[in-house]
């Protein structure tokens, strides 16, 4: 733990990958709509890919027959590479190809904590802080852009945070880290 009193938990992590490989998502479906541990629906129609969710660990994959990938709902990086590797399993289990090692890019994480229930003054923040944006009758939250590392922090006046746009969870940490020393520097903390 940094000397900085804040809490943070990863929400959501998503990623995209790609197989390096064309996908038949009609034979998948076929193949897969009646296991039981999993949930599978292909409507080409409504969406052109095909959705799985599986248990463990919990994710959400929309799978194109390009070889392409969307995962989304992991609380960690190894979520992402765990379900990657899963999901792989079951593509080759139903007659997928999957020579190459998957390439895989954590497009967004969001995470929310608080400042150690710390409540904040959003009015001050707006005022001091370049790169935030405060409307109170539009939204209950201050929205704050950190160009280092790139990321959109809402904050709220009872300290609760939410941060959006990180790539991995160091840059989810650095974030809320500089943001409490830029609000601990303006005396922003209502106490």
């Known amino acids: ?13 998503v990623a995209s990958i790609n ?4 996908i038949d998502l ?14 599978v629906d292909y409507n080409p129609d409504r969406f052109p890919g ?8 919990k994710i959400s994959i929309l799978i194109f027959n390009s070889g392409k990938l969307v995962i989304a709902g992991g609380k960690s990086t190894a979520d992402i590479t765990n379900g990657v590797n899963n999901v792989s399993e079951i593509l080759r289990s139903v007659g ?19 400042f150690n229930k710390k409540q904040l003054n959003l009015e001050l923040i707006a005022l001091w802080l ?22 959109v922090l809402l904050l709220f006046q009872s300290g609760n945070l939410v941060c959006t746009g990180a790539k991995n969870e160091q840059q989810v ?4 880290e500089n943001t409490y020393k830029m609000l601990e520097e ?4 209502d106490f």
């Open 1 to 13: 733990m940094t000397p900085y009193e804040f809490a943070i938990n990863i929400q959501n992590i």
């Open 19 to 22: 197989l390096f490989t064309t």
């Open 26 to 39: 009609v034979n998948i479906y076929q193949l897969l709509v009646d296991d039981e541990e999993l949930y």
């Open 50 to 57: 095909l959705i799985l969710k599986i248990k463990e660990p």
């Open 96 to 114: 997928t190809t999957i020579t190459e090692k998957p390439d895989i890019i954590i497009q967004n994480i969001v995470a929310s904590g608080n």
């Open 130 to 151: 370049d790169n935030s944006m405060y409307e109170p009758e539009q939204f209950p939250g201050l929205i704050f852009r950190l160009a280092k590392p790139k990321t």
């Open 173 to 176: 940490t650095e974030a809320v």
């Open 186 to 189: 303006i005396n922003a903390f």
